[in-house]
């Protein structure tokens, strides 16, 4: 029995060494597959077994703790006292960009420990310039951008100036795009660094979740672009009526938005449809108020680039904890529509609508 003790020793340590083994690549296999899961399949898979389950709330707190899923200087949590959603899902990008069936993406890691800059994610390659529809010549290369090759000091502080910038407003501005020679650091790229502000995402018993200041913003300050699918008009018409189905049951919104810009001459309308009802980013929280709300939007035109975007300035001093909101419009074609809760002085009781 003495001579047989040391080798029963030897097998349960190789037993024990090649359960580590398993245990440790099984965990690897789950930090890469798990995170790419919706909802629906996460809570699917951790009903399967003990690790499994630990494992999807591990992923779950993850997703809770940063709606931008590391894509924006600042993390941009969920906070959820009404119900039992921790967080919303949708695929992010921080910029808009056109879908087609090479660039949509289906799926995007979202509650890995992993750099998501590893993930290979078609959407988070697009960076601040994600539009890329550029005007160019008959050989294919860029033909219109600003003069300027880099940007020079203009003071002694330290501040940068663009020969090319040209202020129009508020309501529509000019800056460098991607023709141009200069880079980030340009003063006339204010609205293609990210979200440089702090944000969280808010859950309302009524209005559902909400984009609120995690710190204090001046008037004038740049908060985030409305960023998304760039949508022809058919197609937007035809996710529309989708959408108006689904809403009409309950339990479901979108954030499919049209803007119209109306050309110098009068004669004529540029219609952008931006969807981030699927594929957005943190601007798809921000809620509807009949007063106005504490966002101006801004047409931002850049150089070389033939469709706009849509960015929020505060359009007034915003405190911390403070609601972001902006108005959605002025017409209300349903008499029936969904039901305002802005809690505004002037509220209409109805949320803007408009055929699409």
């Not at 004038?220 to 989708?242: D, N």
């Amino acid at each position: 029995m003495s001579r047989q003790q040391p080798k029963k020793c030897c097998q349960e340590q190789q037993l024990e060494e090649q359960t580590q083994f398993l245990n440790h690549h099984f965990l690897q296999c789950a930090e890469l597959v798990l995170p790419w899961l919706t909802p629906q399949e996460l809570a699917a898979i951790s009903s399967t077994c003990k690790t499994f389950r630990q494992y999807s709330k591990s992923v779950t707190l993850r997703r809770s703790l940063d709606a931008s899923r590391s894509f924006e200087t600042f993390p941009v949590p969920f906070y959820n006292l009404v119900d039992q959603h921790p967080y919303a899902y949708f695929i992010y990008t921080p910029s808009q960009f056109i879908p087609s069936s090479s660039s949509s993406p289906q799926r995007q890691s979202w509650g890995s420990k992993l750099d998501p800059s590893l993930s290979n994610d078609p959407v988070a390659e697009m960076g601040p310039e994600g539009n890329k529809v550029s005007l160019v010549d008959e050989k294919g290369e860029n033909e219109y951008g600003c003069d300027c090759e880099r940007c020079e000091k203009v003071s002694d502080e330290n501040v940068f100036g663009c020969p090319c910038m040209d202020s129009e407003g508020l309501e529509i501005v000019n800056e460098c795009g991607p023709s141009c020679g200069c880079g980030l650091e340009c003063v006339n790229r204010l609205t293609q660094r990210g979200i440089l502000v702090k944000l969280k995402v808010l859950r309302d018993l009524r209005k559902g979740w909400g984009l609120y200041a995690a710190q204090s913003i001046q008037e004038g300050q740049f908060v985030c672009e409305y960023a998304g699918e760039l949508l022809t008009t058919k197609e937007a018409r035809k996710r529309q009526q989708i959408y108006d189905q689904l809403a009409s049951a309950g339990q479901f919104s979108s954030a499919l938005l049209v803007v119209r810009e109306h050309l110098p001459s009068g004669k004529a309308c540029l219609r952008v449809n931006i969807d981030a009802t699927r594929v957005g980013n943190v601007a798809r929280f921000i809620n509807h108020s009949c007063d106005g709300g504490n966002l101006s939007t801004v047409l931002v035109r850049s150089s070389g680039a033939l469709v706009p975007r849509l960015c929020f300035f505060a359009s007034k001093d915003i405190r911390e904890d403070e609601e972001l909101t902006f108005s959605y419009g002025e017409t209300r074609v349903r008499s029936n529509g969904l039901k305002c809760f802005c809690g505004s002085s002037c509220c209409f009781g109805t949320l803007p609508s408009e055929h699409t």
